[in-house]
């Protein structure tokens, strides 16, 4: 009598689920994810993150039948975050000029203008 196949691998364990349909089902998902996780680092010049989360829950019963319960999470890069910079006023008020810098004034001197060479 030979002695039943044994399942080993992580691969085989989630092969059970769904008849055989997750786990094709699973890679499609991840191979979308890297594909997303390329565009975004060359969108962005910039390196992208990722992670997939894989839950077994595992339940037997005293006869030695195991069920399994296979949850999964695939999350893409996060875009970046909108940044801006502004300083505070005396009086508590944003503003897009550092009151702590005084600032030059451009004006206009009128149409001569004058070329000079280094010396």
Known sequence: M??????RSLDQL??????GDYLPDLLSRIEANNVEMRQF????ASSAKGKITITIDMKTDRFGQVELVIEDKIVGP?????KAVGW?????ALTTHNPAQSRMEV????????LRTAE
């Open 41 to 44: 680092a060359q969108d962005f």
């Open 107 to 114: 004006r206009d001197v009128g149409g001569h203008r004058e």
């Open 88 to 92: 505070l006023t005396g009086d508590g």
């Open 78 to 82: 996060k875009p970046p975050k909108h």
């Open 2 to 7: 030979s002695k039943p196949p044994e399942l």
């Open 14 to 19: 989630l092969s059970l689920a769904d008849n």
